[in-house]
């Protein structure tokens, strides 16, 4: 069965500072990862998937993500944070396309000023 | 991306009462679409995986009877509480996948459902 941890429900930075939120997966085919965001009272907002090929992924807002697979991680950052990245951010991972997401319990980002 | 609708996107009813939410493909063909709920502060818990054509595919616990599914095409599924209750107060967002995006599944932006 495929499970997804992450680590630290919150996590508090301040503008500017680098946003490192971290994801472990279990699987025991190769995994497919997701990274969304949520809003307060949205839906989730895909920022970047890993399928195949190349384990560095880049998203949108300035996010990246490798999958490495020798640590079962996918761990997202952005060098830079900003006051709109406040927001819920889940992990996902799926064994094929087009099957369920199993979710992780989310992290809260937080950014001061 | 892909552009996914639901609505309402916020509904308030009477306990006993039901509620039909509706979710919509813009602009792909949906060959799957999936129901999740979220309760505040937590994650997303799938309820039912829906095949266009077929009968949807119940998670344990969740209630066939009770949660009604209904893929009617490719692009609308609609999701049926029935004889909702308090207990039944929730976030309920769907996702689709297939078509061009058969690897990536894509979000509505949720409805609120609150049963007084």
């Known amino acids: 069965a495929q499970s997804v941890t992450q680590l630290g429900s919150h996590v508090s930075v301040s503008e500017g500072a680098l946003v490192l939120l971290r994801c472990n997966y279990s699987s025991s085919v190769p995994p497919y990862l997701f990274w969304y965001v949520q809003y307060p009272n949205q839906g989730l907002q895909l920022l970047l998937k890993y399928t195949t090929g190349a384990t560095l992924v880049k998203g949108i807002n300035g996010f990246e993500a490798e999958f490495k697979k020798s640590e079962t991680s996918f761990h997202l950052t952005k060098p830079s944070a900003h006051m709109s990245d406040a927001a819920e951010y889940f992990c996902?991972?799926?064994?094929?396309?087009?099957?369920?997401?199993?979710f992780g319990k989310g992290t809260t980002l937080s950014v001061s000023s | 991306g892909a552009v996914v609708s639901q609505h309402p996107s916020w509904v308030i009813c009477k306990s006993g009462t039901s509620v039909k939410i509706e979710c919509r493909s813009l602009?792909?063909?949906?060959?799957?679409m999936f129901w999740y709920r979220q309760f505040p502060k937590q994650s997303l818990m799938l309820m039912a995986t829906s095949n266009e054509g077929s009968k949807a595919t119940y998670e344990q616990g969740v209630e066939k009877d009770k949660f009604l599914i209904n893929h009617a095409s490719l692009t609308l599924s609609t999701l049926t509480v029935t004889s909702a209750h308090p207990e039944d107060s929730s976030f309920y967002i769907c996702s689709l996948t297939g078509g061009r995006h058969t690897d990536t599944q894509y979000f509505g932006p949720g409805t609120r459902l609150t049963v007084l």
């Open positions: 996902a991972v799926n064994d094929q396309a087009g099957t369920a997401l199993i």
């Open positions: 602009d792909f063909q949906a060959t799957t």
